[in-house]
């Protein structure tokens, strides 16, 4: 049973999170590793000056390594209450594989009333709406059956778009064929980019010959989403600048009424695909499930 104020439960997410200062964000994180060649470093490790002039220089393109099943295993270990993972899409990474393989290492605490894992079914900011409903019901007092539910509502509500300047960090890491990097490269198209709801993974919505064309796609995206007028929860995501994503911003304050917007950059992990110019939002319409009365 419920009793308000008083949390029944602990929360962890992974490395596919990009969490927001102004949101319930802040829970332990089961980290990505990337890997420059021989040498690897968990993601945190990386400044993100360091981070991204090395990802310029391109020689070695980096790759990242998914959270181990042993450090899912030594945040069940910290954990004081049964603990509920909130992972990026299964479509996108085998982190929820190893979240499930925890349970083995940690029989008692991993066991499935002791530990429960949620497939976000997305990433990034979309993955911090999920977190913040399941922080929003342990704060209420709530069980882990109701921060799930709440996650449900929010992962329906919300969509998650972003666009890119270059193929060509999709290239260097496999994600995209040579061919069609070329192709797009010589035509400067820029990609509009969601996550399949069906599926957890990567879906092209939409594309634009120049950057200023590409933001107003991810605007437009969010406008043919929701409706012209519609109050709009923003979280805006930036590369190595936020320019770009307070242009997005603006966009769409000309179009809805904004009741939050925050902004938060891609962390390394991501960015090893998309490069330093990407730009996104995650957009979910009205208030929270949970605040409206």
Request: charge should be neutral; proline fraction near 6%.
């Amino acid at each position: 049973m419920s009793q308000p104020g008083r949390p029944q439960f602990d929360v962890i997410a992974d490395g596919g999170l990009d969490a927001y200062d102004e949101l319930l964000n802040a829970v332990p994180v089961a980290p990505f590793s990337i890997n420059f060649g021989d040498e690897t470093r968990l993601a945190a490790e990386f400044s993100r000056e360091e981070f991204f002039r090395r990802l310029r220089a391109g020689s070695p393109h980096p790759t990242t390594s998914q959270p181990t099943p042993q450090t899912y295993a030594e945040l069940l270990e910290r954990a004081t209450r049964p603990t509920l993972a909130v992972t990026i899409s299964s479509g996108l990474s085998g982190s929820l594989n190893a979240a499930g393989q925890a349970r083995a290492l940690e029989p008692q605490k991993g066991s499935a009333q002791a530990f429960t894992i949620h497939d976000s079914r997305t990433l990034s900011a979309a993955q911090a709406f999920q977190v913040h409903a399941a922080m929003s019901a342990r704060a209420a007092g709530h069980e882990i059956a109701t921060a799930v539910a709440w996650m449900r509502q929010v992962s329906e509500q919300t969509e998650l778009y972003f666009t890119i300047d270059t193929l060509e960090y999709l290239k260097r890491g496999g994600r995209i064929g040579r061919v069609q990097a070329t192709l797009g490269g010589l035509l400067n198209l820029k990609p509009v980019v969601t996550v399949d709801k069906a599926t957890g993974a990567y879906t092209n919505v939409g594309r634009a010959r120049s950057w200023k064309g590409a933001l107003e796609a991810v605007a437009s995206q969010v406008t043919r989403r929701f409706g012209n007028g519609t109050p709009l929860r923003l979280g805006l995501l930036y590369g190595e600048v936020p320019d770009s994503a307070q242009a997005v911003l603006e966009i769409l304050r000309g179009r809805h009424p904004v009741l939050w917007s925050g902004f938060a950059p891609v962390n390394p992990v991501l960015a090893v695909h998309t490069g330093p110019s990407a730009v996104g939002v995650a957009a979910a319409p009205g208030k929270w499930p949970w605040d409206i009365e």
